[in-house]
């Protein structure tokens, strides 16, 4: 009978967490795209004709510097009859989809989207539609797309497909930008949409199974180009209707405005997210440049950039989408190969930190150490500190939540030896072990009872223990047009162009009183000695006058001169005890002149 009771209360349990996880989070907006939300990693690979040039045709690279090899019939202006002839470069004997699954699968991805058909408009299956594909070069035929769709099958993954539906240089009538040269009228490219686009479309989702993605690829509105809004509604309903499970990404082309019915937003290529969406979102990248093989492309990233661009995106609600783009005889370069591995091993013991994780309430950057992902539970809520940075003293101060954690202790400490750590208001003081088992990015998980509380409004201790102080963490409102963003190459910091008075306002929390100094940076050109800074805190203050602070050079060449931004000390001012703090910069300049700040310094 008590056995009977506890099982009872174990499934209530296990119930209330699925249910919990429904009704809150990111996966709630969608109901489509759970299973996306939740799995946050990805195989993209570029596989086509083009894996055959390897990046380059007679003797001449790429043309172009971004070195995308799968552009190479475009670039380097190859007619198709000269690029049907690299299929006698690849080892069709040898290639085999299942070792891509796998690789994907040790890598830690839940999901792969092969490029069916790329802007060649070659076809990776057997197109009844359309006989240039690979079946109709291969002996014995080969349909990489089946292949690849059983394989997934097999290992658990989910299949993607990416289509390029407005460009294809093959079709007569399709998008191919030379023809904003020569046109083409709405008319004929709707006969290519009509004979090649719909038809195969529907034999991609109708002949290879349950497909959880269509990865479409037009980079601009489509406005901009020759495809009608009533074109790509026609190609969505198709999906819906045959596949109303499959996800359809927003390089479809419509804006949310015009259709808010697409599953997730896909950023740019290599393009990391910058703030916490809650709609659905993903970033597709490289280990290099080139998405397809292109063997003069090697300047990989190294793995730990590669998670912390994962980590990144899934502490904002990111997901990422990484490329391998396979040679002509199937092999997957070693150096990516061994980076997919070794992200594999980093998640198969971290995973839990990434999977089924979301971003937390606390702003982006306020810590500066790492990125905070965060899980839910019936029992209460944890949060997986990443660590991208370590404070020398070993000890990190987490700053923004008021709740005192239950724990604290390492991911990949299967004894959940305790972390010893203080909790004092709103900073959580983590005494870090010497030594990390962990070496790529540790992670430090901080079990609480309920939802922690958070102040949000907080300019946090950075890992040096000071308080760097701009306008991106002040509590006050800042004009848009006064802030200026980095310019020649970052040389020229971003800063406030202030030229009326302006007043900036930070609060901070001061867990070590005592006496403490404060720097201001700004660049300052003019000539007048009447330009001031004014500083408010703990009813001290400190008076600055602007002076002149001339000019540097960026970089050595002649036209490099750039504004200085100099450092000077404005004072020191005793905090005598623990507490919130408002501190207050006043800029005064005179007419017609711009002081250029950049930040305070307080340590
Ligand atoms: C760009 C390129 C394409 C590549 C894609 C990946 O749109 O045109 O070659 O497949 O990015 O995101």
Same mark, same amino acid.
């Given at each position: 009978?008590?056995?009977?009771?506890?099982?009872?209360?174990?499934?209530?349990?296990?119930?209330?967490?699925?249910?919990?996880?429904?009704?809150?989070?990111?996966? &709630?907006?969608?109901?489509?795209?759970? %299973?996306?939300?939740?799995?946050?990693?990805?195989?993209?690979?570029?596989?086509?004709?083009?894996?055959?040039?390897?990046?380059?045709?007679?003797?001449?690279?790429?043309?172009?510097? &971004?070195?995308?090899?799968?552009?190479?019939?475009?670039?380097?202006?190859?007619?198709?009859?000269?690029?049907?002839?690299?299929?006698?470069?690849?080892?069709?004997?040898?290639?085999?989809?299942?070792? %891509?699954?796998?690789?994907?699968?040790?890598?830690?991805?839940?999901?792969?989207?092969?490029?069916?058909?790329?802007?060649?408009? @070659?076809?990776? %299956?057997?197109?009844?539609?359309?006989?240039?594909?690979?079946?109709?070069?291969?002996? !014995?035929?080969?349909?990489?797309?089946?292949?690849?769709?059983?394989? /997934?099958?097999?290992?658990? $993954?989910?299949?993607?497909?990416?289509?390029?539906?407005?460009?294809?240089?093959?079709?007569?009538?399709?998008?191919?930008?030379?023809?904003?040269?020569?046109?083409?009228?709405?008319?004929?490219?709707?006969?290519? %949409?009509?004979?090649?686009?719909?038809?195969?479309?529907?034999?991609?989702?109708?002949?290879?199974?349950?497909?959880?993605?269509?990865?479409?690829?037009?980079?601009?509105?489509?406005?901009?180009?020759?495809?009608?809004?009533?074109?790509?509604?026609?190609?969505?309903?198709?999906?819906?209707?045959?596949?109303?499970? /499959?996800?359809?990404?927003?390089?479809?082309?419509?804006?949310?405005?015009?259709?808010?019915?697409?599953? #997730?937003?896909?950023?740019?290529?290599?393009? #990391?997210?910058?703030?916490?969406?809650? @709609?659905?979102?993903?970033?597709?990248?490289?280990?290099?440049?080139?998405?397809?093989?292109?063997?003069?492309?090697? +300047?990989?990233?190294?793995?730990?950039?590669?998670?912390?661009?994962?980590?990144?995106?899934?502490?904002?609600?990111? &997901?990422?989408?990484?490329?391998?783009?396979?040679?002509?005889?199937?092999?997957?370069?070693?150096?990516?190969?061994?980076?997919?591995?070794?992200?594999?091993?980093?998640?198969?013991?971290?995973?839990?930190?990434?999977?089924?994780?979301?971003? #937390?309430?606390?702003?982006?950057?306020?810590?500066?150490?790492?990125?905070?992902?965060?899980?839910?539970? !019936?029992?209460?809520?944890?949060?997986?500190?990443?660590?991208?940075?370590?404070?020398? +003293?070993?000890?990190?101060?987490?700053?923004?939540?008021?709740?005192?954690?239950?724990?604290?202790?390492?991911? +990949?400490?299967?004894?959940?030896? !305790?972390?010893? @750590?203080?909790?004092?208001?709103?900073?959580?003081?983590?005494?870090?072990?010497?030594? @990390?088992?962990?070496?790529?990015?540790?992670?430090?998980?901080?079990?609480?009872?309920?939802?922690?509380? /958070?102040?949000?409004?907080?300019?946090?201790?950075?890992?040096?223990?000071?308080?760097?102080?701009?306008? $991106?963490?002040?509590?006050?409102?800042?004009?848009?047009?006064?802030?200026?963003?980095?310019?020649?190459?970052?040389?020229?910091?971003?800063?406030?162009?202030?030229?009326?008075?302006?007043?900036?306002?930070?609060?901070?929390?001061?867990?070590?009183?005592?006496?403490?100094?404060?720097?201001?940076?700004?660049?300052?050109?003019?000539?007048?000695?009447?330009?001031?800074?004014?500083?408010?805190?703990?009813?001290?203050?400190?008076?600055?006058?602007?002076?002149?602070?001339?000019?540097?050079?960026?970089?050595?060449?002649?036209?490099?001169?750039?504004?200085?931004?100099? /450092?000077?000390?404005?004072?020191?001012?005793?905090?005598?005890?623990?507490?919130?703090?408002?501190?207050?910069?006043?800029?005064?300049?005179?007419? &017609?002149?711009?002081?250029?700040?950049?930040?305070?310094?307080?340590?």
């Amino acid at each position: 009978m008590k056995i009977a009771k506890s099982l009872i209360i174990k499934i209530l349990i296990f119930t209330l967490a699925a249910v919990s996880n429904i009704v809150t989070g990111q996966a &709630n907006l969608n109901k489509r795209a759970q %299973w996306f939300v939740n799995d946050r990693f990805g195989m993209f690979i570029h596989f086509g004709l083009y894996s055959g040039a390897e990046g380059v045709w007679k003797g001449e690279k790429l043309r172009n510097e &971004n070195d995308y090899a799968e552009w190479i019939q475009y670039r380097n202006r190859i007619s198709k009859e000269e690029y049907l002839t690299l299929i006698d470069n690849f080892k069709w004997d040898e290639i085999d989809p299942e070792k %891509w699954v796998i690789l994907a699968k040790n890598a830690g991805m839940k999901y792969v989207t092969i490029t069916a058909k790329h802007h060649d408009g @070659f076809a990776l %299956w057997d197109s009844k539609t359309s006989n240039y594909d690979v079946t109709d070069y291969t002996n !014995p035929k080969r349909d990489i797309i089946r292949e690849l769709a059983a394989a /997934c099958k097999k290992h658990g $993954l989910k299949l993607g497909l990416y289509y390029s539906h407005w460009v294809d240089w093959e079709h007569q009538y399709g998008w191919d930008h030379t023809k904003e040269i020569s046109g083409i009228s709405p008319a004929d490219f709707d006969k290519y %949409w009509q004979e090649k686009v719909i038809p195969q479309m529907t034999e991609l989702l109708t002949n290879y199974g349950p497909v959880g993605m269509i990865w479409f690829d037009m980079w601009i509105h489509h406005s901009q180009t020759v495809v009608t809004k009533d074109q790509l509604l026609q190609l969505k309903k198709l999906i819906r209707e045959l596949q109303p499970d /499959c996800l359809i990404n927003s390089r479809l082309g419509l804006s949310l405005e015009e259709d808010n019915d697409v599953d #997730f937003q896909e950023l740019g290529d290599n393009e #990391f997210g910058r703030n916490k969406k809650d @709609f659905p979102w993903q970033s597709p990248a490289t280990v290099a440049h080139s998405w397809g093989y292109n063997r003069l492309d090697n +300047d990989f990233k190294s793995t730990t950039s590669l998670l912390q661009s994962l980590i990144s995106n899934v502490s904002l609600n990111g &997901n990422l989408l990484l490329n391998i783009g396979p040679r002509p005889d199937g092999t997957v370069p070693y150096e990516i190969e061994k980076r997919l591995l070794e992200m594999g091993e980093w998640l198969r013991v971290n995973g839990e930190s990434i999977y089924g994780s979301n971003a #937390f309430d606390l702003p982006k950057g306020m810590n500066d150490w790492g990125v905070i992902t965060t899980k839910k539970n !019936p029992y209460g809520t944890k949060l997986y500190l990443h660590l991208f940075g370590l404070p020398a +003293d070993r000890k990190l101060k987490l700053t923004g939540i008021k709740s005192t954690p239950v724990t604290a202790y390492m991911l +990949d400490d299967k004894n959940r030896t !305790p972390l010893s @750590f203080i909790h004092d208001e709103i900073i959580t003081e983590i005494a870090l072990p010497e030594i @990390f088992t962990e070496k790529l990015i540790p992670v430090i998980v901080l079990e609480y009872q309920n939802s922690p509380d /958070c102040v949000v409004d907080l300019a946090a201790q950075n890992i040096e223990g000071g308080y760097c102080l701009t306008s $991106l963490n002040s509590i006050s409102e800042v004009e848009q047009n006064i802030l200026i963003p980095k310019s020649r190459g970052g040389t020229v910091p971003s800063y406030l162009s202030v030229k009326s008075p302006t007043v900036l306002r930070w609060k901070i929390y001061i867990d070590n009183p005592g006496l403490k100094t404060i720097d201001a940076s700004y660049s300052y050109q003019g000539k007048s000695m009447n330009n001031k800074i004014n500083i408010k805190v703990a009813q001290n203050e400190l008076k600055h006058n602007i002076t002149n602070t001339g000019k540097t050079v960026g970089e050595p060449k002649s036209d490099w001169v750039i504004d200085n931004f100099r /450092c000077s000390v404005l004072g020191t001012i005793d905090f005598i005890e623990k507490g919130y703090y408002e501190i207050e910069i006043s800029i005064t300049p005179q007419k &017609n002149e711009e002081i250029k700040f950049q930040w305070l310094w307080l340590k």
